[in-house]
């Protein structure tokens, strides 16, 4: 249950800052420059936090767990490679963990080992998700 609500509310407050900001989020998805058509851009940007909300709602509220997870897995992967790949691709002459950025999570300028180490973390607990037995705790089982 605690895995449960961490990641949830953490992707729930990181969808709500984006969709109260959506046009720097804009900018900040178009910085990783992997999207170059603007309206498969804009939809991104417009869905993406909404999307973010309703798994971390799914999660907290004990409802659709694993597919929730399964989904939230499959956007953290390619999301902490694309951090990476920015990071390394910033050529920096300081220290790998001193480069800090916007990475379009919701947090403003972090560190890269930070994020890259959050992120992870919330991979294991995502997974660990979808392979848990079913909690009591869940609303489904309220509901039946």
């Given at each position: 249950m605690a895995?449960?609500?961490?990641?949830?509310?953490?992707?729930?407050?990181?969808g709500?800052v984006?969709?109260?900001?959506?046009?720097?989020?804009?900018?900040?998805v178009?910085?990783?420059?992997?999207?170059?058509?603007?309206?498969?851009?804009?939809?991104i940007?417009?869905?993406?936090?909404?999307?973010?909300?309703?798994?971390?709602?799914?999660?907290?509220?004990?409802?659709?767990?694993?597919?929730?997870?399964?989904?939230?897995?499959?956007?953290?992967i390619?999301f902490?490679?694309?951090?990476?790949?920015?990071?390394?691709?910033?050529?920096?002459?300081?220290?790998?963990?001193?480069?800090?950025?916007?990475?379009?999570?919701?947090?403003?300028?972090?560190p890269?080992?930070?994020?890259?180490?959050?992120?992870?973390?919330?991979?294991?607990?995502?997974?660990?998700?979808?392979?848990?037995?079913?909690s009591?705790?869940?609303?489904?089982?309220?509901?039946?």
């Amino acid at each position: 249950m605690a895995a449960r609500l961490l990641v949830g509310s953490v992707f729930v407050y990181m969808g709500a800052v984006k969709a109260l900001h959506p046009v720097e989020f804009l900018k900040l998805v178009r910085a990783y420059e992997t999207v170059r058509d603007p309206l498969l851009l804009n939809a991104i940007a417009a869905s993406l936090p909404w999307f973010e909300i309703l798994c971390g709602t799914l999660l907290v509220a004990g409802v659709a767990v694993r597919g929730s997870a399964v989904l939230l897995t499959a956007l953290l992967i390619p999301f902490t490679w694309m951090v990476l790949h920015r990071a390394l691709a910033m050529n920096a002459a300081i220290p790998f963990c001193a480069i800090q950025f916007d990475c379009g999570c919701g947090q403003g300028e972090v560190p890269v080992c930070r994020k890259l180490v959050e992120n992870l973390a919330l991979i294991l607990l995502s997974c660990w998700l979808i392979a848990a037995p079913a909690s009591k705790y869940c609303l489904r089982f309220r509901l039946i």
